[in-house]
């Protein structure tokens, strides 16, 4: 497997802290909003979405908030550990559609 | 462990050539997808497919580039003639569920196939 190595925004975090990952969308129209992890050198890989009429979700040690006000897209990362280190991808979708449209993504390294 | 595979993982070709790219879907998902990895774009969808039937695939060169499924445990995506900018990671996604359902959010990509055409 392959990534490729993107000119992205980038976070760094100690271990141990916690992260928050943004994602600005576009389309006011889209019913669901999901994040992707992308490790090095290997596909993206689902990590947790979101109803466009929730606010909050909560998964195992991640969080996703939604602004639908202000169009933004939040993932927040607890207690961050050097396998949370990859680029994370927003992805919107529209009921009724099969296909995902996805951000450009942001960079996170965990610093041990 | 059920997983997506795609072959060939690695593949270098001359201007030109044809490619074909395979991808097995996890058993028992009826949708699959083809995605395509640069640096300058991002990931884009190609094309997708539900059980089988080509539901669009308005994101591919027309002219080169074809997707097809023969059977449910194959997707193919073919290019031909390779050209140097077609040079990128090329994804392959299976996924399960119908139309409304939240389980659409959830693609289980394969390792991809990083494609040079030099």
């Known amino acids: 497997g392959e990534s490729v190595g993107l000119h992205l925004p980038t976070l760094s975090v100690q271990e141990g802290d916690n992260s928050i990952i943004n994602c600005a969308y576009s389309?006011?129209?889209?019913?669901?909003f999901i994040w992707y992890k992308q490790e090095s050198g290997k596909g993206p890989q689902f990590i947790i979405d979101?109803?466009?009429?929730?606010d909050k979700r909560q998964g195992q040690r991640v969080t996703v908030l939604l602004n639908k006000t202000v169009k933004h897209l939040s993932l927040q990362i607890a207690a961050t550990q050097p396998g949370d280190s990859a680029v994370y991808f927003c992805?919107?979708?529209?009921?009724?559609?099969?296909?995902?449209?996805f951000g450009t993504g942001t960079r996170l390294t965990v610093i041990p | 462990d059920a997983r997506v595979t795609q072959t060939p993982r690695h593949k270098v070709t001359e201007m030109g050539q044809e490619v074909t790219m395979r991808c097995q879907p996890i058993l028992g998902h009826n949708t699959v997808f083809w995605y395509r990895q640069t640096m300058m774009q991002g990931l884009e969808l190609l094309a997708y497919f539900r059980n089988r039937a080509p539901l669009d695939d308005s994101g591919m060169p027309k002219d080169r580039f074809s997707a097809e499924m023969p059977d449910a445990t194959l997707a193919t995506l073919k290019i031909q003639p390779s050209e140097p900018r077609d040079s990128a990671v090329y994804f392959c996604a299976s996924g399960t569920g119908g139309r409304g359902s939240l389980s659409y959010n959830e693609q289980f990509f394969g390792p991809g196939t990083r494609l040079t055409v030099l």
């Open positions: 992805a919107e979708r529209k009921t009724g559609a099969n296909n995902l449209f």
């Open positions: 979101i109803r466009s009429n929730m």
């Open positions: 389309n006011s129209a889209s019913d669901y």
